[in-house]
């Protein structure tokens, strides 16, 4: 399983804002039912990092929410490529077609 788009054989000839104009096209031509599975999966995921934060206070929660919020695409985007991955044919086509 790729854990970056740099990494997907169907990408590799697309530059880095490409590949991500790529996966958000893939991700919206899902169907409803993959898109709530996915999301599930990204809650599941992200609720124990959340709930941690919970036990901090006062400002020693500042350096903790940057490190969060820096960890939460390493943490998401992983399994969006996931469920993406069958749709890259068809969102490649309308990619290059504007």
């Not at 709530?36 to 124990?48: F, Q, W």
């Amino acid at each position: 399983m790729p854990f970056t788009l740099k990494r997907v054989t169907k990408l590799e000839n697309y530059k880095v804002t490409e590949r991500q104009t790529i996966l958000s096209i893939a991700l919206s031509v899902m169907d409803v039912k993959q898109k709530v599975i996915m999301r599930v999966c990204k809650l599941l995921l992200l609720t124990p990092v959340f709930v941690s934060l919970s036990y901090f206070q006062g400002w020693s929660l500042l350096p903790i929410l940057l490190v969060a919020g820096l960890l939460y695409p390493i943490l998401t985007v992983p399994i969006e490529i996931w469920f993406a991955r069958n749709h890259f044919d068809k969102a490649i086509e309308i990619f290059e077609k504007g």
